[in-house]
């Protein structure tokens, strides 16, 4: 499998897409979606074919890159690596294919920078060297920038500069620990190493390792988002365009989790099982404050930008547990979210395109003029707040239960997140679709088009993935059933 | 003299018999034409002359107790022709607009260049002092060159009067430090001032080193000594804002640095470290937060330049508290991969401040005056996209290389506080870098004919530019080519 061709195919499609629209309109989109067919084909076709076990990391590439520093080019996947790239990919097609109308200016370079963000987090997900990982870090997040600059709302250029400074502070504070831990590194074997399974045999001395931790817990809660360094997201959110903001609830907010799961909990076991209490009250913290805040919105995407938070809290306690069964519910929780919260701005998106308006006051009623619509804003909101059958259930089931068994009351306080989901989830529901249609300045009914055969794909595929994790969650847990022996040094250095 | 000293000294003395050539040609023929094509050969036969000798030169080669050519004198002396060879270009265009024949700018052109490669090669207070006259004094004469600008006169008094005053403080500096150690070359002194540490009385030593600072400080703009720059960036032609910038800030960069590590094995053998460590600490995280926090509200561009180029300063001097000898090599590959960055960037953002300006009419550019410019002038965009990236330290670039050397630094100098202040500063950068960059990407008012904007650039320009852009970027994401360079040594 080769994953440097990968993420070199979506920016090179994507740069011919920029460049074909100029001759012809309305070919970028083409280009775009054939790209990812094409790349998500490839990536499908060869994990197909491929025999390796990826239950724990294989290498695919290592090749010196910047030598002064002992640098290298070096890519290297497991389970978790290969089921939040299926995702990404997944979710890249769905961007494609919301952004086909809505997009209408600058429209070829819209392509590339969705793509090229698209090819960064796939090198996130991928990279083993904490320089190549820094460097992707930054990478994707540029064309996120500009696509929220660009095509974003009425705030756009503020909320822009917010995700990027908040992302871009923290990821220094990254860039310094994994510095640190270079010169560390240097220090114990005389030779400077950023990559990252030479890191995992490093001896950290506690005092050094907490602060060390605290630089990677930093930029990775940035990117969660936590509670309290949450406050880009509900701007970025609402005012990126509607594949922005699937891109960044549906995988951007992933990384984050990755980078707990990868880098904090694996490179410092001892200091994150001090710190973990701390991790899991600002995630309990987060998943009442997102429900109680989703609650009080006028503003569908930032109702749901909220309810993100709320739900990324569930991953922070869950992965804080160190428990096999609450890791399994994290990485659920992150598939499910990714597919529940992408279609849920999908489906705000639509309802922009015919109203115009994201405000919750100026809708209502749409249930009698789109019911396919609201049927499957139903279904969604029914996923975002945990209905057993979809795929969040599991999730947050497998998290409670895996968080209970180390921090009891906390749990049990979390789970009144629960609660709150069910209302925000409805109160959104509810506004939208149900009660007396809104009349026009005129004094008609106001009534909007129905999803049409592209957004159909969309909605329903998200929501049979949703269905069929939710029924047989297996299907993704089965990858992650002897994930535990790495967590299994976590815990002993917990009981210790 | 031996012919290796020859050989070695051979690109100051290009420069040198070149500038006494030109004063000759303007005997001989006024013209414009003719003196930028005379300066242009001038300078690239130097850079040829430093190209060989950096692959040639094996050790350092003392020439005299004044001067030392070593590899990083004679690369950061590319660095300065690079840059001058642009200015000579930008000039050329500004300069047409008059009736006047304009000889004496390229002879003050290379009067700078010269100054500066004296100052990146001395190994003594004596050709030190010589070089920072003689480009300061260049410099007053080319700042207030246009004289129908309103702000010229302002700027250039403003510019005489400081470096006259930095360089007394400087002096005054030197006179002290010659005091305690009965030498004015770098590298001698050390025994002098070993007992001169064991009587304990070098509080005139510390003095000295102190007002020397100062004096360098006023010319790196280093906050607490940076209130002229932004007054004499605005006022001064933009070509000459770009030496002020990019040659000016090299040389005074490299001569620090020399100065500074002939010294530190003095400052480590005693706790003298920690006193003047605290004062060049103290100017890095002024520098760095000032310059940043005051470009924030900046319209016009030269005056944000300014600013940040304070900035950028205060993370360069984060190299200097490195004081064990392990790290000389480190730090001596930080600055000059750092500087690099900077001064490309700087050349990039000052191309396309001039490409922008309209033809012949020297004027305030502000950052309004970009709006758009990606969708109408994508080539010169890109230029000022790629630089300011560069500058604001984002991967791709050349600067996030930089700022991860002067990272490797802090981190090995366990400078954790100045760290912090990097991190906040970068912080504070990204909101007017990042201003620009949305500026340029914004829409095109409605009614204006977005064809009829574009800015008209010469096929020479789009060669540079395009040039430049491909350096940021493959240095970026390559950086061993160029560290291979510096370090062929």
């Given at each position: 499998m080769n994953i440097t061709l990968v993420m070199f195919s979506l920016v090179l499609g994507g740069a011919l897409a920029w460049y074909f629209e100029t001759i012809r309109t309305h070919s970028a989109r083409w280009f775009a979606l054939l790209t990812v067919l094409l790349v998500s084909g490839y990536f499908v076709l060869s994990l197909i074919i491929i025999e390796t076990d990826f239950s724990t990391l294989q290498l695919l590439t290592r090749i010196s890159w910047i030598s002064s520093f002992n640098i290298e080019y070096a890519l290297a996947v497991d389970y978790l690596s290969l089921v939040l790239v299926s995702l990404t990919l997944l979710l890249a097609l769905i961007c494609v294919l919301v952004s086909w109308q809505e997009i209408q200016t600058k429209t070829g370079f819209y392509y590339f920078n969705l793509l090229a963000s698209i090819a960064g987090i796939i090198g996130v997900f991928t990279a083993v060297d904490m320089f190549l990982f820094f460097f992707f870090w930054e990478v994707m997040l540029l064309p996120m920038t500009a696509l929220i600059a660009i095509w974003?709302?009425?705030?756009?250029h503020f909320a822009a500069l917010k995700f990027f400074i908040f992302t871009q502070v923290s990821s220094l504070l990254m860039l310094v620990a994994i510095i640190a831990m270079a010169a560390i590194h240097f220090q114990q074997t005389g030779r400077v190493s950023f990559f990252y399974q030479d890191w995992l045999t490093l001896e950290l001395s506690s005092s050094t390792s907490i602060y060390l931790m605290l630089g990677f817990f930093i930029a990775f809660a940035v990117k969660l988002p936590?509670?309290?360094?949450?406050?880009?997201l509900p701007d970025a959110h609402t005012q990126a365009p509607t594949a922005g903001s699937v891109l960044l609830a549906g995988v951007l907010l992933k990384t984050g989790a990755y980078g707990l799961i990868r880098f904090v909990l694996h490179l410092f076991p001892s200091s994150s099982s001090d710190f973990a209490p701390v991790a899991a009250v600002l995630g309990v913290v987060s998943i009442l404050y997102g429900a109680k805040m989703a609650f009080a919105q006028q503003d569908v995407k930032r109702l749901i930008a909220y309810s993100s938070i709320s739900h990324m809290g569930f991953v922070m306690l869950a992965l804080f547990s160190f428990n096999a069964i609450a890791y399994q519910g994290a990485i659920l929780t992150l598939v499910a979210h990714g597919l529940s919260s992408g279609a849920l701005f999908a489906l705000a998106g639509v309802v922009y395109s015919r109203?115009?308006?994201?405000?919750?006051?100026?809708?209502?009623?749409f249930w009698q003029s789109a019911p396919r619509m609201g049927g499957f804003a139903l279904a969604f909101a029914a996923a975002a707040f945990g209905l057993?059958?979809?795929a969040n259930f599991v999730a947050e089931f497998f998290s409670l239960v895996g968080a209970y068994q180390r921090y009891p009351l906390l749990t049990i306080v979390a789970a009144l997140g629960l609660i709150g989901s069910a209302i925000y989830g409805m109160v959104f529901f509810q506004s939208v679709f149900q009660g007396d249609a809104k009349k026009d300045s005129s004094g008609e009914q106001v009534s909007i088009t129905d999803l049409t055969a592209r957004e159909l794909l969309v909605f329903s595929s998200l929501l049979v993935l949703l269905i069929v994790i939710g029924i047989y969650p297996n299907l993704i847990l089965a990858f992650f059933q002897d994930a535990n022996i790495a967590l299994a040094i976590a815990n002993q250095a917990g009981a210790l | 003299m031996n012919q290796l000293m020859f050989f070695s000294l051979s690109p100051l003395l290009i420069v040198s018999f070149g500038t006494v050539l030109s004063l000759l040609l303007i005997a001989w023929r006024r013209s414009q034409k003719l003196i930028l094509v005379f300066s242009l050969i001038i300078f690239s036969v130097a850079f040829i002359c430093c190209c060989s000798l950096i692959v040639n030169l094996a050790d350092p080669v003392q020439i005299t107790q004044l001067i030392k050519v070593d590899n990083y004198a004679i690369f950061a002396f590319m660095m300065v022709l690079v840059a001058s060879m642009v200015v000579a270009l930008l000039s050329s265009s500004w300069l047409t607009h008059s009736v006047e024949v304009h000889d004496e700018f390229y002879i003050l052109l290379q009067l700078v260049v010269l100054g500066a490669g004296i100052l990146v090669a001395s190994d003594h207070f004596a050709s030190l002092f010589l070089g920072f006259e003689l480009l300061s004094i260049s410099l007053v004469g080319m700042v207030g060159y246009s004289r129908d600008n309103q702000y010229s006169v302002e700027s250039s008094f403003k510019y005489l009067i400081l470096s006259a005053s930095a360089s007394s403080f400087m002096l005054l500096g030197i006179a002290f430090i010659y005091s305690q150690s009965g030498s004015l070359s770098f590298a001698s002194d050390l025994f002098a001032m070993e007992h001169v540490a064991n009587e304990g009385s070098n509080q005139f030593y510390h003095a000295g080193l102190l007002l020397f600072l100062v004096g360098i400080a006023f010319k790196l703009s280093l906050a607490p000594f940076h209130l002229w720059t932004p007054d004499v960036y605005q006022g001064a032609p933009t070509p000459v804002t770009l030496l002020l910038a990019t040659v000016s800030k090299v040389a005074m960069f490299i001569i620090l640095m020399k100065f500074w590590f002939s010294q530190s094995a003095f400052l480590t053998t005693e706790n003298s470290m920690t006193s003047v460590g605290n004062l060049i600490s103290t100017f890095a995280i002024l520098s760095m937060l000032i310059g940043n926090a005051l470009a924030l509200k900046q319209q016009n561009i030269k005056r944000l330049l300014a600013y940040s180029s304070i900035a950028h300063m205060g993370y360069l001097?984060?190299?200097?508290?490195?004081?064990?000898?392990?790290?000389m090599d480190l730090a001596w590959q930080s600055v000059l991969f750092y500087l690099c960055a900077y001064v490309l960037a700087t050349l990039s953002l000052f191309m396309a401040l001039q490409l922008s300006q309209a033809k012949g009419v020297e004027m305030d550019m502000h950052v309004?005056?970009?709006?758009?410019m990606f969708w109408h002038s994508r080539l010169l965009a890109l230029l000022i996209i790629t630089a300011i990236l560069s500058l604001a330290g984002i991967p791709l670039t050349m600067g996030f290389i930089g700022k991860f050397y002067i990272l490797n630094v802090a981190v090995q100098a366990q400078q954790w506080w100045l760290i912090a202040s990097l991190i906040i500063g970068s912080g504070i950068g990204l909101f007017y870098y990042l201003r620009i960059i949305f500026v340029l990407f914004e829409g095109v008012n409605e009614g204006e004919n977005s064809s009829g904007l574009s800015f008209t650039i010469s096929p020479s320009a789009k060669v540079a530019a395009v040039l430049s852009i491909a350096t940021g970027l493959v240095l970026g994401v390559f950086p061993d080519f160029l560290t291979k360079l510096i370090f062929i040594l």
């Open positions: 974003g709302h009425e705030n756009k936590s509670i309290p360094v949450h406050s880009w109203v115009h308006s994201r405000d919750l006051t100026n809708m209502g009623g057993p059958g979809l | 001097l984060i190299v200097l508290m490195i004081v064990f000898p392990q790290g309004s005056d970009w709006q758009g």
